[in-house]
């Protein structure tokens, strides 16, 4: 069992930056690939970034690319998203996920069904 808390969500302007971070316990994380969504009000919980459980390979959605930057340190077992240039539109909470695989398997998921984890997540909120 992976327990995933995420922290660094706030109140920011727009074209200002915010770093997340989800930190993972229970288990070693080493083997886990990783992903950030967000949800703003309504039904839908899109992908954000996703990255394989050694860093090697990462994804990211259309409306975020070139903007937000996903990482990890698989010996402090967090994960990060660097969101820069922030928009009124990134406006969401945003949920770290875990999906535990085998070390052959060094691949990104960007659909939510991939992932066993979540966190509780984390508000953030763009000003215009």
């Known amino acids: 069992q992976v327990q995933l808390v995420e922290s660094g969500g706030g109140l920011v302007q727009a074209g200002e930056s915010l770093r997340l971070s989800c930190a993972a316990s229970?288990?070693?994380?080493?083997?886990?690939?990783a992903g950030w969504f967000r949800q703003a009000p309504g039904p839908e919980r899109e992908f954000v970034a996703a990255?394989?459980?050694?860093?090697?390979?990462?994804g990211y959605a259309d409306s975020v690319k070139g903007r937000f930057i996903i990482s990890r340190d698989n010996a402090k077992n967090t994960i990060y998203l660097q969101m820069n240039s922030l928009k009124p539109e990134d406006t969401a909470v945003y949920y770290c996920a875990a999906r535990r695989g085998p070390y052959s398997d060094d691949s990104y998921y960007s659909f939510r069904g991939a992932y066993d984890y979540w966190g509780q997540g984390t508000q953030v909120t763009v000003s215009s």
């Open positions: 990255i394989s459980w050694s860093g090697g390979s990462t």
């Open positions: 229970g288990r070693t994380f080493n083997s886990y690939a």
